[in-house]
């Protein structure tokens, strides 16, 4: 049988990149685009939405359901400057002291495509980064109690099937 092509090295792997049915892992410190419609917000507090809103995944559980952190390039209250990183606009970013697990309609937060979309590798946070980050929000924030409760129920969920 001379003559005959090996396939190529992708063939079994589909677009999306799943394999065997599994979607491939996001790992913490991967940024997300989304829009601010996306996340939870009050609308008596919110002036204005934006339409493009980076987001960084501190934490996750086995079912890749993800907490994330706000990114920003506006210093507003409840922000904190991260001095050695930025965003792709290479704007000087800030993190807002929030950590979201659930999207607008009260549905986990995970990397769909539609609502939360992965952003290219090279924008990943560092892990010292994520610790700076992590460590802010959990603890030293005005709303850190409410977040660690979060990522405590985020961490004890069931899987789904």
């Known amino acids: 049988m001379a ?7 992708s063939a079994g792997k589909n677009v999306s990149g799943q394999t065997n049915g599994k979607m491939k892992s996001v790992s913490v410190g991967r940024t997300l685009k989304t829009q601010d419609r996306y996340l939870p917000y009050k609308k008596s507090k919110v002036q204005e939405l934006k339409q493009h809103r980076w987001v960084v995944v501190i934490d996750k559980n086995a079912d890749e359901e993800f907490a994330v952190v706000r990114l920003t390039d506006e210093n507003q209250p409840n922000t904190t400057y991260l001095p050695t990183y930025k965003k792709g606009n290479r704007k000087k970013t800030y ?62 969920k069931k899987p789904r099937n």
């Open 3 to 9: 003559g005959k092509k090996k396939p190529p090295a």
């Open 95 to 156: 993190f807002k002291h929030f950590v979201e697990t659930e999207d607008n309609e009260g549905a986990p937060i995970r990397s769909d495509g539609k609502k939360f979309i992965e952003n290219e590798a090279k924008y990943d946070l560092s892990s010292g980064e994520v610790k700076y980050v992590r460590k802010k929000v959990l603890e030293h924030s005005k709303q850190s109690k409410e977040n660690r409760e979060k990522i405590l129920r985020l961490k004890n």
